[in-house]
């Protein structure tokens, strides 16, 4: 593989992520590969939230942030789990550097006019600081925090929005969405779940329709086609395990491909 891979890592399943994965990310790092790790730790901010008597709203999947939950969210986001991944990287024999979308305004938002409070839209996505860490042989961990324009304002991003924004800015070759499902599940006839191979942007707007896809899945679905729209080869939604990551780098057909059309065959096929 020769093109930049974006793992967005997402906090349903931080906790679960074993040793092997982080392993995985170290061994692809050792053979060239060029890894940006985007974060997010939804389950861990309603947590503190919780510790401080905040109740937690979401509005189709994104968080809703007065001035205080703001302080939790950069409180969590950028202090624990920034610095969590990067010591597992550490440990598992990777070089990692973790800075915040704030850092560099590597996340360029102005407020959302939506009734959300302090939730951003992203206007840019600067390489800058990414493409430095790269260079210096490092994973860039990056924080879905985001800052406007003068720089006073921060701002809550969710992160697969944050992932997707970045892989595009970065022209990834793939984007790896990792969460605590093997992919978009379906009922079935007989009443049971399985996973997606594939999907379209017309697929997934009647499964948003049926309320197949709901909640937190509904920001990665369209930050996946947002992601793909914007020049980004491949998108992959898949669980956080070694097999799963290393899989999809060696073009395995693994968890959810997210494609434009049902039509549209990806470079090389995939
Ligand atoms: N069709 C679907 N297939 C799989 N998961 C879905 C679907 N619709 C909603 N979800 C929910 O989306 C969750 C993953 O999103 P989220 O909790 O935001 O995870 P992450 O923290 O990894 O971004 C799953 O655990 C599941 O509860
Ligand atoms: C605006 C918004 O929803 N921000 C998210 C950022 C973290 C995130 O996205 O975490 P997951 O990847 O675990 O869902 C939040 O506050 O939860």
Redesign the pocket.
Same mark, same amino acid.
Request: proline residues 5%; aromatic residues 2%.
């Given at each position: 593989m020769q093109g930049i891979v974006v793992i967005?890592?997402?906090?349903?399943t931080?906790d679960q992520l074993p040793d092997s994965f982080f392993q995985a990310i170290a061994g692809l790092q050792a053979q060239g590969q060029e890894i940006v790790i985007v974060?997010?730790?939804?389950?861990?901010? @309603?947590n503190m939230l919780d510790r401080v008597q905040i109740t937690?709203q979401?509005v189709d999947?994104?968080?809703v942030?007065c001035e205080d %939950?703001l302080r939790v969210?950069e409180m969590v986001?950028c202090g624990s789990i920034n610095k969590a991944l990067v010591k597992r990287l550490t440990q598992a024999g990777a070089k990692a550097w973790g800075v915040s979308g704030i850092d560099g305004q590597t996340l360029l938002a102005t407020k959302t006019p939506r009734p959300?409070g302090w939730?951003?839209e992203i206007k840019k996505a600067d390489t800058t600081i990414p493409k430095a860490i790269l260079g210096q042989g490092y994973v860039p961990v990056i924080a879905?925090l985001s800052v406007s324009e003068d720089g006073a304002e921060t701002f @809550?991003?969710?992160?697969?929005?944050?992932a997707g924004a970045i892989a595009a800015a970065l022209s990834a070759e793939k984007l790896i969405m990792v %969460?605590d499902v093997p992919g978009i599940m379906q009922p079935q006839p007989d009443g049971t779940k399985a996973v997606v191979p594939a999907t379209s942007a017309e697929e997934i707007q009647e499964m948003i329709q049926t309320e197949v896809i709901t909640g937190?899945m509904i920001?990665?679905v369209q930050a996946a086609l947002d992601a793909l729209g914007q020049g980004v080869e491949q998108v992959v939604i898949c669980r956080g395990t070694a097999e799963d990551l290393l899989g999809v780098c060696a073009g395995q057909a693994v968890g959810t491909t997210v494609r434009m059309n049902v039509n549209y065959v990806q470079r090389g096929g995939k």
């Amino acid at each position: 593989m020769q093109g930049i891979v974006v793992i967005k890592c997402g906090g349903s399943t931080m906790d679960q992520l074993p040793d092997s994965f982080f392993q995985a990310i170290a061994g692809l790092q050792a053979q060239g590969q060029e890894i940006v790790i985007v974060h997010g730790g939804g389950p861990a901010i @309603n947590n503190m939230l919780d510790r401080v008597q905040i109740t937690p709203q979401f509005v189709d999947g994104l968080r809703v942030t007065c001035e205080d %939950t703001l302080r939790v969210v950069e409180m969590v986001l950028c202090g624990s789990i920034n610095k969590a991944l990067v010591k597992r990287l550490t440990q598992a024999g990777a070089k990692a550097w973790g800075v915040s979308g704030i850092d560099g305004q590597t996340l360029l938002a102005t407020k959302t006019p939506r009734p959300l409070g302090w939730v951003g839209e992203i206007k840019k996505a600067d390489t800058t600081i990414p493409k430095a860490i790269l260079g210096q042989g490092y994973v860039p961990v990056i924080a879905p925090l985001s800052v406007s324009e003068d720089g006073a304002e921060t701002f @809550n991003v969710n992160a697969d929005v944050a992932a997707g924004a970045i892989a595009a800015a970065l022209s990834a070759e793939k984007l790896i969405m990792v %969460t605590d499902v093997p992919g978009i599940m379906q009922p079935q006839p007989d009443g049971t779940k399985a996973v997606v191979p594939a999907t379209s942007a017309e697929e997934i707007q009647e499964m948003i329709q049926t309320e197949v896809i709901t909640g937190g899945m509904i920001p990665k679905v369209q930050a996946a086609l947002d992601a793909l729209g914007q020049g980004v080869e491949q998108v992959v939604i898949c669980r956080g395990t070694a097999e799963d990551l290393l899989g999809v780098c060696a073009g395995q057909a693994v968890g959810t491909t997210v494609r434009m059309n049902v039509n549209y065959v990806q470079r090389g096929g995939k």
